[in-house]
């Protein structure tokens, strides 16, 4: 696991993905044609994609096969639904991981209220990725999902997360971010950013106290300049 961890920071020990895993959405402006999305960005300083089990199919194509996979392994429901549950079951098995080629698979783990259905559900689904030497990803959510950018959900849900075996934490930006990053042993990607806040300075204050790197989404697909930016975070990144 040491070595498949590895190389997903080959590139300078960082890692640089667009994350395209919004299923949940419909939808979504920005992704009405993922596949074509991700053959724009064939040639830019992205290291990969974060994409659901569909589209992957395109990394299969000549020109992305130099890119990273991280496969969303995991569904909570559509924003169409009456409800929305707080467990997003894996349900995208190892053996379809190594199929599609994915250099890791991507899962939610939700802190608070009735956690324990998560946490045991993300325990078991670990395990089964790393005996087949697939790295995991963990992506920290609040059960009430307003609390999820807050230092309490994200510093303890890293911490556990890497504690049932993660390999690497998905973290969304908050106050004390340094402390999350410190107490948290394994590499952290940022999450997608705070809306509010300029995502530029966002990334720079999470690369000064150590994020390994972005994972992010709506600020770059649906940015029209999305290759300008994506160009001055690399920059950020890996100076």
Do not use: W
């Not at 000549?62 to 894996?90: D, I």
């Not at 994972?215 to 975070?233: D, T, V, W, Y």
């Amino acid at each position: 696991m040491t070595r498949q961890t590895k190389r997903l920071f080959s590139n300078q020990g960082k890692l640089m993905v667009l994350a395209m895993d919004h299923a949940q959405g419909g939808l979504m402006e920005g992704l009405e044609k993922p596949l074509d999305l991700a053959r724009r960005h064939a040639d830019s300083l992205l290291d990969g994609f974060l994409m659901n089990v569909g589209p992957a199919a395109v990394m299969q194509e000549p020109a992305l096969l130099g890119k990273k996979l991280l496969l969303r392994a995991g569904f909570g429901g559509s924003m169409q639904a009456s409800e929305f549950t707080n467990v997003h079951r894996n349900h995208v098995s190892p053996q379809t991981a190594l199929r599609l080629g994915a250099d890791a698979v991507v899962m939610m783990v939700t802190i608070g209220g009735a956690d324990y259905q998560s946490l045991q559900d993300a325990a078991g689904a670990i395990d089964a990725y790393h005996q087949l030497g697939i790295p995991v990803v963990a992506e920290i959510l609040a059960s009430d999902f307003s609390k999820t950018m807050t230092y309490e959900i994200q510093a303890n849900g890293a911490r556990i997360a890497a504690e049932l075996g993660a390999d690497v934490v998905k973290a969304f930006y908050t106050e004390n971010f340094d402390k999350v990053v410190a107490y948290c042993p394994v590499p952290i990607l940022l999450a997608g950013g705070p809306k509010d806040h300029d995502i530029l300075v966002v990334a720079h204050r999470a690369v000064d106290v150590g994020v390994k790197g972005f994972a992010f989404g709506r600020n770059l697909f649906q940015n029209p300049q999305a290759g300008q930016l994506i160009q001055m975070l690399d920059s950020i990144l890996r100076g």
